[in-house]
């Protein structure tokens, strides 16, 4: 019944199920009592990754022989006494942090075959904590799309519905975690790469401050924007995550000096006395009546736990997009410069010149998305339109940090949906970038001011067509470095409910 004192799952088809949909917290407490092994447990997702990526394409690159080899120095690390809360557990990152020895794509034929040759500040804090990198997650290309749709490596799925887009940027990382595929997984988030995916696949994301996690290693779309976080089934699992990934780190010129945090430690405290700013602006035209219903439910659960609710305005919230599609795409055209196809990269096979050699290996090894804004974030910072647009653009986002600002003075956080919708289905809007870009229209603003945001799963829309009910997400959004509080907001209510324990059928 057991080898080396450790328990064989495969053996055990009621544990081996148990594992899969634990918390981070209950599979630490199962390494530290010996009751499995990293190796195994590790095994364990790769056999779930085997299985199901073929259909979800959940992951881009996966290395068992790595992966089982960081699980075996972690089961050391237990046995001599030296684990840490993450020792030991499988985590999935996104491709799109630099990992030594590992193919980092970013979703693009540019970086196809890349191999990092360093580690990003994201990936050392791991491996410091001894938890095991289980494979890299699939993306939209350089984090540049709300579907999943973008990357050259084809769409991820949903799984709660194979024909609907996981939301993106980081729809690989959500699909994952969705579908256990890994136990808790990294994500980025510029606009809404994380709470969005996280909304659409029933998980629970965060992006902290801007600030908080080193972008050291991890490519960049829009620097003032690109921020890091956990996506996991809860937010104590979250907590966990980020207890790992933030720190201060001097290769990056934005990641703030601050004292570490423990962002488990307010979990427990009772909600009593919590204000709740809800924003007219939410609650206007666009928003799903099912999405809508589910949020108005999630709140009355908060009056239950002891909140009060403020009604609050977010006046400059409608010009969020506008102002996220000027400056977003013209950070992008300045940091996807470097791919020229002569440093490394994508360089095109044939080419009379040098010029020619950029045009063929930049139209060749970019996606029509990413294309599509390196031109406009070109034309809004050349000559003549730069005042007139990023200039402005600039201004209107100081009006929307304040906007946030003064709405903090009336509450402790801020609660509204997500997505305007439940997933859509592939392709569904694929010709039409606009109503693409408005699936963002309320995570963008908390980007642009530098807060921290996120989603956890509230319950299910309408059925549709193919009579499958999709999740919802509540954003949670607050002030600056105020994770812990959010995080306590959060796990209160997965304490009285259970939307964050369902999972998709077949899971």
Same mark, same amino acid.
């Given at each position: 019944?057991?080898?080396?004192?450790? %328990?064989?799952?495969?053996?055990?088809?009621?544990?081996?199920?148990?594992?899969?949909?634990?918390?981070?917290? &209950?599979?630490?407490?199962?390494?530290?009592?010996k009751k499995i092994s990293s190796v195994e447990l590790t095994k364990l997702y790769l056999d779930q990754i085997a299985t199901h990526n073929p259909v979800y394409n959940a992951y881009l690159s996966v290395n068992a022989k790595v992966s089982l080899a960081q699980a075996a120095a972690a089961d050391e690390r237990i046995a001599s006494g030296n684990g840490l809360p993450l020792t030991g557990i499988p985590i999935a990152q996104k491709d799109i942090f630099c990992a030594k020895g590992w193919r980092t794509t970013c979703g693009s034929k540019m970086l196809a075959d890349f191999i990092a040759p360093y580690d990003a500040h994201v990936i050392e804090q791991f491996n410091r904590a001894g938890a095991v990198n289980l494979g890299k997650t699939n993306m939209d290309e350089f984090a540049m799309g709300s579907s999943n749709?973008?990357?050259?490596?084809?769409?991820?799925? #949903?799984?709660? #519905?194979?024909?609907?887009?996981?939301?993106? !940027?980081?729809?690989?990382?959500? !699909?994952?975690?969705?579908?256990?595929?890994?136990?808790? =997984?990294?994500?980025?988030?510029?606009?809404?790469?994380?709470?969005?995916?996280?909304?659409?696949?029933?998980?629970?994301?965060?992006?902290?401050?801007?600030?908080?996690?080193?972008?050291?290693?991890?490519?960049? %779309?829009?620097?003032?924007?690109?921020?890091?976080?956990?996506?996991?089934? !809860?937010?104590?699992?979250?907590?966990?995550?980020?207890?790992?990934?933030?720190?201060?780190?001097?290769?990056?010129?934005?990641?703030?000096?601050? +004292?570490? +945090?423990?962002?488990?430690?307010?979990?427990?405290?009772?909600?009593?006395?919590?204000?709740i700013g809800l924003p007219k602006e939410f609650f206007a035209e666009g928003l799903s009546s099912d999405v809508g219903?589910?949020? &108005? +439910?999630?709140?009355?659960?908060?009056?239950?736990?002891?909140?009060?609710?403020?009604?609050?305005?977010?006046?400059?919230?409608? /010009?969020?997009?506008?102002? @996220?599609?000027?400056?977003?795409?013209? +950070?992008?055209?300045s940091n996807l410069s470097r791919y020229d196809g002569v440093r490394y990269g994508h360089r095109a096979d044939e080419y009379t010149d040098l010029a020619d050699m950029y045009e063929k290996s930049r139209s060749q090894g970019f996606g029509e998305e990413v294309k599509r804004r390196i031109m406009i974030g070109t034309y809004v910072l050349s000559h003549g339109y730069y005042d007139a647009y990023y200039l402005q653009a600039q201004k209107i986002r100081r009006l929307i940090a304040q906007d946030f600002t003064d709405a903090f003075k009336q509450c402790d956080v801020i609660m509204g949906p997500t997505s305007p919708?439940? =997933?859509?289905? /592939?392709?569904?809007?694929?010709?039409?970038?606009?109503?693409? @870009?408005?699936?963002?229209? @309320?995570?963008?603003?908390?980007?642009?001011?530098?807060?921290?945001?996120?989603?956890?799963?509230?319950?299910?829309?309408?059925?549709?067509?193919?009579?499958?009910?999709?999740?919802?997400?509540?954003?949670?959004?607050?002030? @600056?470095?105020?994770?812990?509080?959010? /995080? #306590?907001?959060?796990?209160?209510?997965?304490?009285?409910?259970?939307w964050h324990t369902r999972r998709p059928q077949g899971f």
């Open positions: 019944m057991a080898r080396g004192g450790f %328990f064989i799952l495969a053996s055990f088809p009621s544990l081996l199920n148990k594992m899969i949909n634990a918390s981070l917290k &209950q599979l630490a407490d199962q390494l530290a009592a749709e973008t990357s050259y490596f084809g769409p991820v799925r #949903n799984p709660w #519905n194979q024909k609907a887009v996981p939301g993106g !940027s980081s729809g690989g990382a959500a !699909s994952a975690v969705a579908a256990r595929l890994c136990a808790a =997984a990294t994500g980025t988030d510029t606009g809404g790469s994380i709470r969005q995916p996280a909304s659409l696949c029933g998980i629970t994301g965060i992006k902290p401050t801007y600030g908080t996690v080193s972008r050291y290693g991890m490519i960049a %779309f829009a620097s003032s924007l690109d921020q890091a976080g956990p996506m996991a089934k !809860s937010a104590e699992d979250c907590a966990l995550m980020l207890n790992v990934m933030t720190g201060f780190d001097e290769r990056d010129s934005t990641s703030l000096q601050r +004292e570490k +945090e423990d962002y488990t430690r307010d979990l427990t405290k009772p909600l009593a006395g919590l204000r219903a589910r949020i &108005q +439910e999630a709140i009355a659960e908060y009056r239950k736990l002891g909140a009060s609710i403020v009604g609050i305005s977010l006046p400059n919230t409608k /010009l969020a997009v506008p102002v @996220y599609y000027v400056l977003a795409p013209a +950070e992008a055209s919708s439940t =997933a859509f289905n /592939l392709g569904e809007k694929g010709d039409d970038p606009v109503q693409m @870009y408005l699936s963002d229209i @309320y995570t963008i603003a908390v980007n642009l001011a530098g807060l921290p945001g996120m989603s956890i799963p509230c319950g299910f829309g309408d059925a549709c067509a193919n009579n499958t009910a999709m999740p919802v997400g509540l954003q949670i959004i607050g002030n @600056y470095f105020d994770e812990a509080r959010m /995080l #306590n907001v959060a796990h209160q209510y997965q304490l009285a409910t259970d």
